[in-house]
Nanobody, 124 residues
Framework: QAQLVESGGGLVQAGDSLRLSCAASGRTFNSYVMGWFRQAPGKEREFVAAITWSGGSPYYDDSVKGRFIISRDKAKNTVYLQMNSLKAEDTAVYYC?????????????????WGQGTQVTVSS
């Protein structure tokens, strides 16, 4: 059974940076696409970024393009989300997800495994 565990969330001020980590275990993720989603209170879960496990094709939502960077470390079986120039509207619970079909997607229904989430709060 695949397991995804997020970490790195916290309370920061607008303009600060934060790096989220997602430790993946339980299976081989070589052909998977790994994604980050977020959900703010009262809102639907939304796509943030995705990357193939091989490291190619990073894909971002327009709201984070140029500020966030998704990457992965194969040796550590970990996916990262470097978040820079954070804004109050980035406040949400951030989720890591794995898509076994191997095609980057912004739709949460395309992802098969999910972590428990980590809270990111940005004060203005």
């Amino acid at each position: 059974q695949a397991q995804l565990v997020e970490s790195g969330g916290g309370l920061v001020q607008a303009g600060d940076s934060l790096r989220l980590s997602c430790a993946a275990s339980g299976r081989t993720f070589n052909s998977y696409v790994m994604g980050w989603f977020r959900q703010a209170p009262g809102k639907e879960r939304e796509f943030v970024a995705a990357i193939t496990w091989s490291g190619g094709s990073p894909y971002y939502d327009d709201s984070v393009k140029g500020r966030f960077i998704i990457s992965r470390d194969k040796a550590k079986n970990t996916v990262y989300l470097q978040m820079n120039s954070l804004k109050a509207e980035d406040t949400a619970v951030y989720y890591c997800a794995a898509n076994r079909r191997g095609i980057p997607s912004r739709f949460h229904s395309a992802y098969d495994y999910w972590g428990q989430g980590t809270q990111v709060t940005v004060s203005s």
